[in-house]
């Protein structure tokens, strides 16, 4: 007799206009077939407890591998790529490997607080409660870092190797926030290039259309 093993559908918590729009970007830049599960932040679905099971610091995204549980973004974009697009979005050798953990870890502690900051004080707290010395103190924060993605994507046009990684598709997710939080990239050329290049991806644009 013939056992059969199913395989559950890849589980992808969090609505796509959370942080699950990365990985959302990601199963569709590898073509994943996956079930979006619709935890929305905004109506405190993320610390119930049924979801606290799943990721217990009440946060989207986690993901549900069939019975693998992960949670943390950049973790799960690792994983996903690691695991289904190796030697495309996932590079083969371990010093890119590296690489790519090096730019996940950076837009993380370099990046997504300043931006999160700008945005924040000039798009979406009601205009009374903008702080608008903090949203420009995070901009002027973000010079450096940005000078240095700029100078890093200058060389190939992407942050690691030649072509298009995980290491684009996490840092540039964490800066789609840039445009609502009127970032000024008009100093870093190269950069708004990679950035827009990223952007225009049909599958970007496909988890974008989620969202609407
Ligand atoms: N470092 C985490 C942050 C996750 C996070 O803060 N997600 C927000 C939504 S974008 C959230 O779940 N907020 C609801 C809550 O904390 O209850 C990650 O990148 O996955």
Redesign the pocket.
């Known amino acids: 007799m013939v056992r059969e093993e199913t395989m559950a559908k890849l589980k992808i918590y ?1 609505v796509p206009r ?2 699950a729009f990365r990985a959302l970007w990601l199963a569709k830049e590898l073509g994943l077939d996956y079930e979006n599960v619709q935890v929305d ?1 905004a109506t ?1 679905a ?2 119930q407890p049924d979801y606290l099971k799943i990721n217990p ?5 986690a993901i549900d591998d069939n019975g693998f549980v992960l ?4 973790a799960i974009n690792l994983y996903l790529a690691k695991k289904h697009g190796l030697g495309t979005l996932y590079p083969k050798s371990l010093e890119d490997e590296a690489r790519c953990w090096q730019w996940s870890l950076w837009g ?1 502690t370099e990046i997504e607080r300043n931006v999160l900051t700008a945005m924040f004080n000039r798009a979406i707290y009601p205009e009374d409660k903008r702080d608008t010395a903090a949203a420009d103190q995070a901009e002027r924060d973000l010079q450096h870092p940005i000078g240095v993605l700029d100078g890093a994507v200058s060389k190939t046009g992407y942050l690691v190797g030649s072509g298009f990684t995980v290491a684009d598709l996490n840092v540039a997710s964490i800066l789609s926030w840039a445009r609502p939080a009127r970032i000024d990239f008009a100093p870093f050329p190269k950069a708004a290039d990679w950035l827009s290049r990223c952007a225009l991806r049909p599958a970007a644009k496909a988890a974008r259309d989620l969202q609407r």
């Open positions: 969090g959370s942080r932040f405190g993320t610390r610091n009440g946060h989207v995204p949670w943390e973004s950049m993380m």
